[in-house]
């Protein structure tokens, strides 16, 4: 591991496999930080310099930014969009989709994907917006249903899984994200200084990936492994997953991203998507990579 090395964090899930497997492989390049807490912990430390990169949620980067943040996007890592479960406690009285219609849902934070996802079902099924109760993540909405101070909460379907096997949990509908899942961002500065890194960086996740898309039951094998889902979800998600690790972005996506945003209330005045990333990144005219 030399001194130079990027640091680079996102979530310990399924998806960051590519990351486990250069690290894995001690490649020089990066230094892989697990970051359980999330997007909202890894935009701070992008803030203050902890992390030079990031693998986050795309609606929370773009919220971040709105909000002043010196960070910057640089590309996609992933262009099938994100899946989200609706659970409940395994003995809530919820048992069809239509009985969560006004009940409490917990969220991670305020503008978190779980809160902006939230807004998004009860939209689609034309109901008022629900109330909120903020959780502070995973742990924290366990906690929350088990003691009923919530009613519902959404989390990524696969690796709330073993919650659902183990009887603790019970998914009662989907949600898919409307853009790319997950995309990398950037502390304010990093392209300025290495940015033929960052491209480098990049084009080696893509690779990982690409390894492990052609080698689907070695992936599944290590998901299986790794993250306790069993090897029929396991198989199922690597189906409906493509990774992409490009280092450019669409205007079409980055215009849904911000117009939803700002129709639940979550931030104000949409920015270009030209001030949303970082010098040298392509912004390709229109469209978008992934689901409408």
């Known amino acids: 591991m030399t001194a130079d090395a990027l640091s680079v964090g996102g979530v310990p899930e399924h998806f960051n496999l590519p990351f486990e497997d250069l690290t894995e492989g001690g490649h020089s390049l990066l230094r892989w930080q697990s970051m359980p807490s999330g997007t909202g912990s890894m935009c701070r430390a992008l803030d203050d310099g902890t992390l030079d990169v990031a693998v986050l949620l795309t609606e929370g980067i773009v919220r971040h930014i709105h909000e002043g943040s010196a960070a910057r996007m640089v590309g996609t890592f ?24 006004a009940l409490r849902f917990g969220i991670s934070r305020s503008g978190s994907g779980s809160h902006l996802m939230a807004c998004i079902h009860a939209s689609s099924r034309g109901w008022p917006v629900p109330a909120f109760e903020e959780v502070g993540g995973f742990e924290g909405a366990r906690a929350a249903l088990r003691e009923g101070k919530i009613d519902a909460f959404l989390h990524e379907k696969t690796m709330a899984l073993p919650l659902v096997h183990a009887g603790e949990w019970r998914r009662v509908a989907e949600v898919s994200g409307p853009w790319p899942a997950f995309v990398y961002a950037v502390r304010e500065g990093l392209m300025q200084d290495r940015a033929e890194d960052v491209a480098r960086l990049i084009r080696l996740a893509d690779e990982a990936a690409g390894a492990r898309a052609s080698a689907p039951d070695g992936t599944v094998a290590a998901i299986v492994a790794l993250h306790g889902i069993p090897a029929d979800d396991a198989r199922a998600w690597l189906a409906e997953t493509r990774w992409n690790s490009r280092m450019e972005l669409s205007s079409g996506m980055l215009d849904r991203v911000t117009s ?7 931030l104000d005045a ?19 990579a992934g689901h409408a």
């Open 78 to 101: 992933t262009e099938t969009p994100l899946r989200w479960g609706v659970h409940v406690a395994a003995d809530s009285p919820v048992v069809h989709e239509e009985d969560l219609r």
């Open 260 to 266: 939803t945003l700002a129709r639940h209330g979550l």
């Open 270 to 288: 949409p920015l270009p998507p030209s001030d949303l990333l970082a010098p040298g990144v392509v912004l390709r005219a229109q469209g978008a």
